[in-house]
């Protein structure tokens, strides 16, 4: 199975390249999910969060309130340390563990593996290919308060991911996001198209 490691900024377009790569034929495991489950009520990722920051970042039903935890977290540097910590580790290992479940079931297709902070971690040896969206910063938040969001909350959690130099640098392929929609889904379909097997009869 041919890995992909899908990486970008927020705001960068990094889902929507990630949902064509699905439409495409590709198998994605995304970070968002997965971190969703491993925090759900009664896992020892769970009770380490509530032990670190209180209850006031559980909802009413018991569960975590992730508005309530994200504004905790990323409230100091210290704070989205202290989160990082509890939640990379057992992040990654259920990514590896999904991602070899997978290979198992059919060792042909592509897998890719979409998440923001895949440059932080020590997995980029684990991708066939690292690619990265890219889109100006401001660009970025500009896309985000339209979407809903507070910009203070936009900038703040902006800072605590890598520096966008640093996460090109890391990449094989770095696809820009800096037009419309219909322009990246075009990038996406030439990146797709450059992958082993998937060149069309005219290309061969």
Known sequence: MFRIGLAGGMGSGKSEVAARLSELGALVIEADAVARDIVAVGTDVF???VDAFGESVLAADGGLDRGGLA???FSSEEATGVLNAITHPALIREIIRRSEGLERQSSSGVLVVDAAL???WDVLDMFDVVLVVH???ELRVERLVE???AEEDVRRRMQSQLPDDVMVSAADVVIENGGSIDELRAAVDDFW???????REDER
């Open 147 to 149: 979407a809903g969001f």
């Open 71 to 73: 504004g905790a977290a």
């Open 118 to 120: 895949l440059v932080q």
């Open 47 to 49: 009770d380490a969060i």
């Open 135 to 137: 889109a100006p910063r």
């Open 193 to 199: 198209e450059s992958l082993p097997g998937n060149q």
